[in-house]
């Protein structure tokens, strides 16, 4: 006899990707908030560099001579994870796969939402380190739980079998 999938073992992945896009969104508001005027503007804290930057392509700027192309692909692999996980989540176990993809789903609805409504997604901090090509880059809460959540992909699709924790 098959064991049955609780609702809440469903829910919990999407429920996850709107936590991480409500983080993300609240805290591109409170970077508009506490960096208003130019985009130049930037707090310092330890290795980190907080500052405003209007990204209007895809990961690192790719595309933004073609901003109508990059929001209708971010559209389109945002819905395709959505119905990855809703693949997913309806089975049991997969618990590397269902938490990439809510990581990954996470991360573009709130990019998504950014190029919809803005046109350009907001991406907020940088490291201070010193090789140049890694202090110039600027990412935000969503560009990591994506990063995070391919990885995470990837290895459950490596394993033969996904294990629960």
Do not use: W
């Amino acid at each position: 006899m098959k064991k049955r999938t609780s609702l809440l073992s469903v829910l919990a992945p999407f429920i996850g990707a709107a936590t991480i896009a409500g983080a993300d969104l609240y805290i591109k508001s409170k970077m508009d908030c506490e960096l208003p005027g130019e985009e130049d503007t930037e707090i310092k804290k330890g290795i980190f560099r907080f500052r405003r930057h209007h990204n209007r392509g895809a990961m690192l700027n790719l595309g933004q001579k073609y901003p109508g192309e990059v929001k209708g692909l971010s559209i389109g692999s945002t819905v395709m994870t959505f119905l990855m996980l809703c693949f997913s989540s309806s089975k049991r176990g997969r618990v590397f796969e269902k938490t990439g993809l809510a990581f990954i789903l996470g991360g573009a609805l709130s990019n998504t939402y950014d190029r919809v409504k803005k046109g350009y997604v907001m991406d907020y901090v940088s490291l201070d380190v010193k090789p140049a090509k890694i202090r110039n880059l600027v990412f935000n809460l969503s560009d990591v739980f994506i990063g995070f959540g391919l990885i995470l992909y990837f290895i459950s699709n490596l394993t033969a079998k996904d294990r629960a924790l």
